[in-house]
Nanobody
Framework: QVELVESGGGSVQAGDSLRLACAAS????????VAWFRQAPGKERTFVGL???????SHADSVQGRFTVSRDNAKNTVYLEMNSLLPEDTATYYC???????????????????WGQGTQVTVSS
């Protein structure tokens, strides 16, 4: 069983930066593809980015150039570095994981087997 625990959320001003962390237990991240999703109140959960089990990241167009997904194998932790934050980035951010095999529809939440509890990010103008 894989457990994911997010941390690092908070309240910031527009233009600030935050780094979220997703600590995994039960399985090494080198055998998992880990994604970040976000969900604003009253809206659908949307894909932010992921890091494939072999270490290559991929990001949604909406955050490309501002957000970066990375991984620290020694800490078995995936990070979401968020820069130039905007009020519309306000949401609960979740990390999700699935076994490290190729798959399509990477932005579909139903593709992921394991989920964290989420961490709140609030960006004020």
């Amino acid at each position: 069983q894989v457990e994911l625990v997010e941390s690092g959320g908070g309240s910031v001003q527009a233009g600030d930066s935050l780094r979220l962390a997703c600590a995994a237990s039960g399985r090494l991240l080198t055998s998992l593809t880990v994604a970040w999703f976000r969900q604003a109140p009253g809206k659908e959960r949307t894909f932010v980015g992921l890091i494939w089990w072999y270490g290559t990241p991929s990001h949604a167009d909406s955050v490309q150039g501002r957000f970066t997904v990375s991984r620290d194998n020694a800490k078995n932790t995936v990070y979401l570095e968020m820069n130039s934050l905007l009020p519309e980035d306000t949401a609960t951010y979740y990390c999700a994981a699935r076994p490290g095999t190729p798959f399509s529809q990477i932005s579909s939440a139903f593709k992921y087997d394991y989920w964290g509890q989420g961490t709140q990010v609030t960006v004020s103008s």
